[in-house]
């Protein structure tokens, strides 16, 4: 089974950006479609987005789309989040979630992905 480690949160001001990576090991990582997920507290866990085996399919949730863009490097076994013009909003546990197929056909599901990371933390000033 792959192993999930999320990197790259913390604090920053609104409108400011940061970078999550979701490392992978213990399997070919080009095998496997990936999906970020956050969770507010005393919130569900949300879709944020998910990308195919090879990057060339991608998926956001509307009120990340134009904000957020995913995409992975699979020489590296990484996965990235690049989180742009951050708002309060944001703030949340950002987990990635993997599975073991070429396509996507429910990127939104928890349930459609098997394995999980335990997160970053991202929090938004205002």
């Known amino acids: 089974q792959v192993q999930l480690v999320e990197s790259g949160g913390g604090l920053v001001q609104a409108g400011g950006s940061l970078r999550l990576s979701c490392a992978a090991s213990g399997h070919t990582f080009s095998n496997y479609v990936v999906g970020w997920f956050r969770q507010a507290p005393g919130k569900e866990r949300e879709f944020v987005a998910a990308i195919n085996w090879s990057g060339g399919s991608t998926y956001y949730a509307d009120s990340v789309k134009g904000r957020f863009t995913i995409s992975r490097n699979n020489a590296k076994n990484t996965v990235y989040l690049q989180v742009n013009s951050l708002k309060p909003e944001d703030t949340a546990v950002y987990f990635c979630?993997?599975?073991?197929?070429?396509?996507?056909?429910?990127?939104?599901?928890?349930?459609?992905?098997?394995?999980w990371g335990q997160g970053t933390q991202v929090t938004v000033s205002s």
């Open positions: 979630a993997a599975r073991s197929a070429r396509s996507i056909v429910l990127p939104g599901r928890s349930d459609f992905y098997d394995y």
